[in-house]
Antibody
Framework: QVQLQESGPGLVKPSETLSLTCSVSGASISSYYWSWIRQPPGKGLEWIGYIYYSGSTNYNPSLKSRVTISLDMSKIQFSLKLSSVTAEDTAVYYC?????????WGQGTLVTVSS | QSALTQPRSVSGSPGQSVTISCTGTSSDVGDYYYVSWYQQHPGKAPKLMIYDVSKRPSGVPDRFSGSNSGNTASLTISGLQAEDEADYFCSSYAGTYTFDVVFGGGTKLTVL
């Protein structure tokens, strides 16, 4: 059974870059899409973007200028970078398997943007 | 503002059926057969309940069913149980050939 685990700083200063990594176990990275989604406290889900195992990516148009998702197949993990963060980026960030629907989720990690 | 519109709340008594709607446009729900539904209990990660409009992942009870009509998708839960009380989110591909993903704002299901 595939398991995903997010890791990274829980506190990021405004204007800096949020960086998270998702470690995948129990499954190969090949032949799947891998995604990031976030959920601001008390609010709904927002799609950030996905990466295919081939390396092709697709990002939420509203975040596209600030987002990079990358894949490290040797480490069996994928990463999220979100630049120039503001308080609006405070959310629980989830990594997931899938591109159109998501069958495996990480537990989520709260990232707070604050000075 | 969420791209897909869901009712903020629905409720039902144990044993009854409830339906949660998810309304989009001809560029998302109405154009793609990739609507999915997620259940989220407080403090937990969402769980996939329905994908590709009406398919159930292994382990999801057949009390949960999905359908769509035009620009509106629906999740029906029959034989309501106390543990069904949760937030439910819908999702769909969106955009012509861009394959973006959009979510609904979520619906709180209360089992009376």
């Amino acid at each position: 059974q595939v398991q995903l685990q997010e890791s990274g700083p829980g506190l990021v200063k405004p204007s800096e870059t949020l960086s998270l990594t998702c470690s995948v176990s129990g499954a190969s990275i090949s032949s799947y899409y891998w995604s990031w989604i976030r959920q601001p406290p008390g609010k709904g889900l927002e799609w950030i973007g996905y990466i295919y195992y081939s390396g092709s990516t697709n990002y939420n148009p509203s975040l596209k200028s600030r987002v990079t998702i990358s894949l490290d197949m040797s480490k069996i993990q994928f990463s999220l970078k979100l630049s120039s963060v503001t308080a609006e980026d405070t959310a629980v960030y989830y990594c997931l398997r899938g591109g159109s629907w998501f069958d495996s989720w990480g537990q989520g990690t709260l990232v707070t943007v604050s000075s | 503002q969420s791209a897909l519109t869901q009712p903020r709340s629905v409720s039902g008594s144990p044993g009854q059926s409830v339906t949660i709607s998810c309304t989009g446009t001809s560029s998302d729900v109405g154009d793609y057969y990739y609507v999915s539904w997620y259940q989220q209990h407080p403090g937990k990660a969402p769980k996939l309940m329905i994908y590709d409009v009406s398919k159930r992942p292994s382990g999801v009870p057949d009390r949960f069913s999905g359908s769509n009509s035009g620009n509106t998708a629906s999740l029906t839960i029959s034989g309501l149980q106390a543990e069904d009380e949760a937030d439910y989110f819908c999702s769909s591909y969106a955009g012509t050939y861009t394959f973006d993903v959009v979510f609904g704002g979520g619906t709180k299901l209360t089992v009376l």
